[in-house]
C-alpha cells in the first residue's frame, strides 16, 4: 500500500500589513512501519527537561506530532538534554508536525510544567 501518512499543514495571518494564507498543504509518505504513539505527556520545567518516550514505534520516527496544551508556557524541543541544539521553541497552545533527524528528542517547558498531545508515527 502506498501513501499512508497523510500530513496537512496551512499558515495564516490577517495582520495589517502582513496578510497571507498559505491554503492547506497536503504531502503523503509511505510507512513501513506499523506502530504509532498517541497520548498526553506532562513535561517538566527542570533544567535538564526529559526524553520523550515513543512507546512502540522503533527507529527514529517519520513524523512526530506535539500540540503544547499550556494557556501560557512554551516548551523547547532539543536533541540532548543540554539543550544547546534546539530543534525549535513551540508557543503556548501552538501545534507543530516535524520529521526529526534521530529517535531521541528531549522537551523542556517554560516556566512551569506543561502537558502536551503527542503524536510519534514510526517509519
Known amino acids: 500500500m502506498a ?17 497571507f494564507n498559505s491554503g492547506s498543504k ?7 512501519g506499523a506502530d504509532y504513539t498517541d497520548k498526553t505527556v506532562s513535561v517538566t ?8 518516550d515513543f512507546d512502540d514505534v522503533t527507529g527514529t520516527p517519520a513524523f512526530i ?21 534546539k530543534y525549535m521553541q513551540v508557543e503556548a497552545g501552538m501545534p507543530v508536525v516535524f520529521s526529526p533527524d534521530d529517535a531521541t528528542i528531549w522537551v523542556r517547558a517554560d516556566t512551569a510544567d506543561v502537558n502536551i498531545h503527542l503524536i510519534a508515527v514510526e517509519a
Not at 520545567?45 to 520523550?52: F, K, M, P, R, T
Request: charged share 15%.
Open 65 to 85: 506530532y506535539i500540540k503544547n496544551l499550556d494557556a501560557t508556557n512554551f516548551i523547547e524541543i532539543a536533541r540532548e538534554t543540554g539543550f544547546t541544539n
Open 45 to 52: 520545567s527542570a533544567a535538564g527537561g526529559e526524553q520523550l
Open 26 to 32: 497536503t504531502g503523503q509518505l509511505d510507512l513501513t
Open 3 to 19: 501513501n499512508e501518512l497523510t500530513v496537512t499543514v496551512s499558515i495564516a495571518s490577517t495582520k495589517a500589513n502582513a496578510t
